[in-house]
């Protein structure tokens, strides 16, 4: 659960050993922990990010820790009431957790911002230190994962709040897809962003072969979640658009899953839940992050036949694990389930 702040802390550890490689995959849990940024509105993000960046609340180690003393930035100067705990305190660790998100909350547009500037650290420092660094844009579950949470435009008229109600529950009961789809029009034609009736009408143009309507629907969905556990489009482009920047070798995620699923659309046939990809998912994802290090000349395999020898070693390793290794994962995905629903029973001390 450690957002980009967090593994640019890691990461800037890391470089004190000398590491080989780096290797960075990171966007999905921007949004875990509450983060404040005071006066965001009033400022201009670029020019004045550096400034609102100082009264941020959450970063105890970003003074000590993330920029060690003789490497510190003088321009980063954090305030003194800047905190953030050891670990991670992820607002759906605790029972109504799923409460604090809202829609519409100003606090996503700093969060994505954010997300920049510690990417851009990590690139930085890695540049700096002349260690290879290798980034890889998020992929999420567009097909298969409703969004976590979704609410109507408060800021409607009551009539029309009462209009959109009405519709969207006949589009949720509907049996049929063509009253589905009407209702659901209607409800849209009202909240153009509520994402709950943008993933119904993307569902509804996939049972159509509307395939692209569909994705652009999903996608819309995902980005509009108010419990956004999967990285939204802004934060997931930041990393392309980086690696670009800087020249940095990456691995399109996104793109690797999408082609390789039905219609274009990511789903559970590689992703087990919401983020993480199956076991096949997981390989495919090593396999590809090994041509690219070989592509950028990284490494050297001493076998010509390595991509072979991959496949014998996968069979061997998972020829040694148990029925109970598998019954455990299917424990622990369970439980992480329930943590995205928002049913974890942790009491959150004041």
């Not at 659901?184 to 909240?191: E, Q, S, W």
């Not at 014998?312 to 992480?336: A, C, M, V």
Request: proline share 5%; net charge negative.
């Amino acid at each position: 659960s450690y957002a980009s702040y967090r593994v640019l802390a890691i990461l800037n550890e890391v470089l004190e050993y000398d590491p080989d490689l780096i290797v960075v995959y990171t966007g999905h849990n921007e949004f875990l922990e509450r983060r404040s940024y005071q006066n965001w509105r009033t400022r201009t993000p670029r020019r004045d990010f550096v400034a609102w960046l100082t009264q941020l609340r959450t970063v105890q180690f970003v003074r000590t820790f993330v920029f060690p003393a003789a490497a510190r930035p003088q321009v980063l100067s954090m305030d003194t009431r800047t905190k953030l705990a050891d670990e991670v305190d992820a607002l759906l660790d605790y029972s109504g957790g799923l409460a604090e998100y809202y829609r519409d909350d100003p606090w996503r547009e700093p969060v994505v911002e954010h997300f920049r500037w510690n990417l851009e650290q990590m690139i930085v420092q890695c540049q700096a230190r002349r260690i290879p660094l290798v980034l890889v844009r998020p992929v999420s579950n567009l097909l298969d994962c409703p969004p976590f949470k979704y609410e109507i435009d408060t800021s409607l008229s009551v009539a029309a709040q009462n209009e959109f109600s009405d519709a969207w529950e006949t589009a949720k009961t509907a049996d049929d897809p063509l009253v589905a789809s009407q209702f659901v029009d209607r409800a849209l034609a009202i909240d153009p962003n509520h994402a709950g009736a943008l993933f119904l009408k993307g569902r509804l143009m996939a049972e159509q072969a509307e395939w692209q309507t569909a994705k652009n629907l999903l996608i819309h969905a995902r980005d509009e979640d108010v419990c956004p556990l999967r990285a939204i489009s802004p934060i997931a482009d930041s990393v392309a658009e980086l690696a670009k920047r800087y020249n940095i070798p990456w691995v399109d995620a996104d793109r690797l899953f999408s082609e390789r699923s039905e219609h274009d659309m990511v789903g559970a046939s590689w992703l087990v839940d919401h983020v993480h990809p199956t076991i096949e998912g997981h390989q495919l994802l090593g396999e590809v992050l090994a041509e690219e290090l070989v592509r950028a000349r990284f490494i050297n395999p001493s076998r010509s036949d390595w991509r072979l020898q991959r496949a014998e070693l996968y069979r061997q390793h998972l020829s040694t694990l148990g029925e109970e290794y598998f019954q455990r994962g299917k424990q622990r995905l369970q439980g992480l389930l329930l943590w995205t629903q928002g049913r974890a029973k942790k009491v959150k001390q004041n």
